[in-house]
T-cell receptor, first 111, second 113 residues
Framework: QKEVEQDPGPLSVPEGAIVSLNCTYS??????FMWYRQYSRKGPELLMY????GNKEDGRFTAQVDKSSKYISLFIRDSQPSDSATYLC???????????FGKGMKLTVNP | KAGVTQTPRYLIKTRGQQVTLSCSPI?????VSWYQQTPGQGLQFLFE???????NKGNFPGRFSGRQFSNSRSEMNVSTLELGDSALYLC????????????FGSGTRLTVV
């Protein structure tokens, strides 16, 4: 079993839709949870970060962490064509510099 | 402010050759990490350097090595290239605070033929 599992999709939605992206993990030591966005031919860029459990909101983006279920989510409200990219979840343990990534979900938002 | 610069952007090598990839971190960043990205395995951690010392290493064979210079620039080397080494190699730098400050470069696309 991989440490981090993420449905690779692809996912195609109409503009304005609410998008839900999810990852599950198996390592109980993970305490830092991140979402990265990667456009074609670019490196990943950090979108959201959460420490331990809870929710975090930033504009149209909301990140949720449920440590009891080992499940994290990213919600995108009022999705835009510019949100079309690959979204990767990543996590790490306290004291570790190593990020463990999901495989990424390719999202397309159609105008 | 300049971002993380990786050179070259694209590279084609033959099986058995060796290759060196370069990464210039954001000015003032002292931690540099390397990742391999493939369609099958996704992003996998290779190693992390801080102040010229390797602090962490991923599960890759010894053919993969790296180093960091006193100006924080980093290089990674892959010897005896195999077809399976074809991938996007990404470098990420941070001030040294770890995962919260990582900025990725655009990567070097290595193709082994």
């Amino acid at each position: 079993q991989k440490e981090v599992e993420q449905d690779p999709g692809p996912l195609s939605v109409p503009e304005g839709a609410i998008v839900s992206l999810n990852c599950t993990y198996s390592n109980s030591a993970f305490q830092y949870f991140m979402w990265y966005r990667q456009y074609s031919r670019k490196g990943p860029e950090l979108l959201m970060y959460t420490y331990s459990s809870g929710n975090k909101e930033d504009g149209r983006f909301t990140a949720q962490v449920d440590k009891s279920s080992k499940y994290i989510s990213l919600f995108i409200r009022d999705s835009q064509p510019s949100d079309s990219a690959t979204y990767l979840c990543a996590m790490s343990a306290v004291g570790s510099e190593k990020l463990v990534f999901g495989k990424g979900m390719k999202l397309t938002v159609n105008p | 402010k300049a971002g993380v610069t990786q050179t070259p952007r694209y590279l084609i090598k033959t099986r058995g050759q060796q290759v060196t990839l370069s990464c210039s971190p954001i000015s003032g960043h002292r931690s540099v990490s390397w990742y391999q990205q493939t369609p099958g395995q996704g992003l996998q951690f290779l190693f992390e350097y801080f102040s010229e010392t390797q602090r962490n290493k991923g599960n890759f064979p010894g053919r993969f090595s790296g180093r960091q210079f006193s100006n924080s620039r980093s290089e990674m080397n892959v010897s005896t290239l195999e077809l399976g080494d074809s991938a996007l190699y990404l470098c990420a730098s941070s001030p040294g605070q770890g995962r919260l400050g990582y900025t990725f470069g655009s990567g070097t696309r290595l193709t082994v033929v």
